[in-house]
T-cell receptor
Framework: DAGITQSPRHKVTETGTPVTLRCHQTENHRYMYWYRQDPGHGLRLIHYSYGVKDTDKGEVSDGYSVSRSKTEDFLLTLESATSSQTSVYFC????????????FGPGTRLLVL | AQSVTQLGSHVSVSEGALVLLRCNYSSSVPPYLFWYVQYPNQGLQLLLKYTTGATLVKGINGFEAEFKKSETSFHLTKPSAHMSDAAEYFCALSSGNTPLVFGKGTRLSVIA
């Protein structure tokens, strides 16, 4: 299995509070991705990174920001969590981008009350 | 714009029966196509992928898929379903260096 960890694995928070999710990889892959998974919607891309300090928006980026200061870490921040951001969040990595296989982390289950 | 459509959000088959999960795509350039599987409370893992060349692609656990350009399809099949195949399956597409676009998923149930 690819070395990808996500923390925390479960989190309950209240509306309006900031939340940061961490993705850590030990594979030295260049690309990292954040997705959210919701019933009936499949996986939707939030943000992705193609290198240290290089990030771009995905399909559902509103309300989310990301940072990547090291190759191995990709942080997803909900500046002010809302109930609509209750979801399961997956991090993924790939060596060279879209044409390469993506490897997924175990997911973080977030509940915003 | 690229898109992926998976026909049927839930498919139920008997153990030993043929599994057929349907995926159609739209892409203005030659696509790379993927099938991923997600077991309960886990992340996604790659089943198989089509890049170029042979249009019949074999994957893990006895699954295979055929790329049909004329039908813009990439259906996933397995000759004989096993209880352990029960999971959610996602078709995904990429072209060039763009991130993957996923379908909405098909949940496969296997009945004993």
């Amino acid at each position: 299995d690819a070395g990808i960890t996500q923390s925390p694995r479960h989190k309950v928070t209240e509306t309006g509070t900031p939340v940061t999710l961490r993705c850590h990889q030990t594979e030295n892959h260049r690309y990292m991705y954040w997705y959210r998974q919701d019933p009936g919607h499949g996986l939707r891309l939030i943000h992705y990174s193609y290198g240290v300090k290089d990030t771009d928006k995905g399909e559902v980026s509103d309300g989310y920001s990301v940072s990547r200061s090291k190759t191995e870490d990709f942080l997803l921040t909900l500046e002010s969590a809302t109930s609509s951001q209750t979801s399961v969040y997956f991090c993924a990595i790939s060596l060279r981008g879209g044409l390469e296989t993506q490897y997924f982390g175990p997911g973080t289950r977030l509940l915003v009350l | 714009a690229q898109s992926v459509t998976q026909l049927g959000s839930h498919v139920s088959v008997s153990e030993g029966a043929l599994v057929l999960l349907r995926c159609n795509y739209s892409s203005s350039v030659p696509p790379y196509l993927f099938w991923y599987v997600q077991y309960p409370n886990q992340g996604l893992q790659l089943l198989l992928k089509y890049t170029t060349g042979a249009t019949l692609v074999k994957g893990i656990n006895g699954f295979e898929a055929e790329f049909k350009k004329s039908e813009t399809s990439f259906h996933l099949t397995k000759p004989s379903a096993h209880m352990s195949d029960a999971a959610e399956y996602f078709c995904a597409l990429s072209s060039g260096n763009t991130p993957l676009v996923f379908g909405k998923g098909t949940r496969l149930s296997v009945i004993a």
